[in-house]
């Protein structure tokens, strides 16, 4: 599941962005400097748009869809939870 998760680099790019811009709201929110409003501002609103982007794409239901294309593809649960590493060759064409 992991590696089709990872295939997908729109969608690992804007959950990595969206992690750097919560922690640099935290570090902003944690500072006293009023200078730094703008900055306050203008990460809100990426974080706005990343959040529309990862809600468009369906983000949040990819892992469930990779299930159910594992799944048809005769994947069990144990082959869909381990290492790729693991299956045969037959299988790794499957993922891939």
Do not use: H, Q, Y
């Not at 599941?1 to 959950?15: I, P």
């Not at 990779?66 to 593809?73: A, E």
Request: glycine residues 8%.
């Amino acid at each position: 599941v992991d590696e089709v998760l990872s295939a997908d680099a729109t969608r690992r790019k804007l959950l990595t962005e969206e992690a750097e811009l919560l922690a640099k709201l935290d570090a902003l929110d944690g500072e006293s400097n009023s200078g730094d409003d703008e900055s306050l501002m203008l990460a809100c609103e990426r974080l706005a748009a990343v959040a529309a982007e990862l809600d468009a794409s369906g983000a949040e239901a990819a892992e469930a869809r990779v299930r159910r294309i594992l799944c048809g593809l005769g994947f069990t649960t144990e082959m869909a939870e381990g290492p790729v590493s693991r299956l045969s060759g037959g299988w790794r064409m499957r993922v891939s």
